[in-house]
C-alpha cells in the first residue's frame, strides 16, 4: 500500500489546517491509520490513531482537544483535523498503517509498515 499525505503549509498560531492522508495500491480499509509527526532535531513522535471503523480514536496528550482525526473508508482516506495549533506543532507530518495493527494505543513508529512521505506544518507566532 502507498500512502499520501497532503495539507501542510504555513498558518499562523490559532489557525487551523486539515491533512489527507491517501492510501493506494490496494485498500486499507481494514486497516489502522495514524499520524504522527517529527519536528527538526526530534525523534519521531505518535500523534492520533483510529481504527478501521473509524469508533475507537487515541491522541496523545498534546493535541487532545485540538485535533480531530476520521476516516473515510469509501475514499481510503484519513484525515487529521487541526485546530488551534501552536508554534509547537511545527513538524513534518506522516501518515502510517500496517496490517497486524487492532488497537489505537500501539504508540511506537517501528509497529508501522506503511508511511508516506510526510507534509511539513509550520505554525507561526
Known amino acids: 500500500v502507498q500512502l499520501q499525505a497532503s495539507g501542510g503549509g504555513l498558518v499562523q498560531a490559532g489557525g487551523s489546517l486539515r491533512l489527507s492522508c491517501a492510501a493506494s495500491?490496494?485498500?486499507?480499509?481494514?486497516?489502522?491509520g495514524a499520524w504522527f509527526r517529527q519536528a527538526s532535531g526530534k525523534e519521531r513522535e505518535f500523534v492520533a490513531a483510529?481504527?478501521?471503523?473509524?469508533?475507537?480514536?487515541n491522541y496523545s496528550a498534546s493535541v487532545k482537544g485540538r485535533f480531530t482525526i476520521s476516516r473515510d473508508n469509501a475514499e481510503n482516506t484519513v484525515y487529521l483535523q487541526m485546530n488551534d495549533l501552536k508554534p509547537e506543532d511545527t513538524a513534518v507530518y506522516y501518515c502510517?498503517?500496517?496490517?497486524?495493527?487492532?488497537?489505537?494505543?500501539?504508540?511506537?513508529?517501528?509497529?508501522?509498515?506503511?508511511w508516506g512521505h510526510g507534509t511539513l506544518v509550520t505554525v507561526s507566532s
Open positions: 502510517a498503517t500496517d496490517s497486524s495493527i487492532r488497537s489505537t494505543v500501539i504508540f511506537a513508529p517501528f509497529r508501522y509498515q506503511y
Open positions: 483510529i481504527n478501521w471503523s473509524g469508533d475507537s480514536t
Open positions: 495500491g490496494r485498500t486499507f480499509t481494514r486497516w489502522i
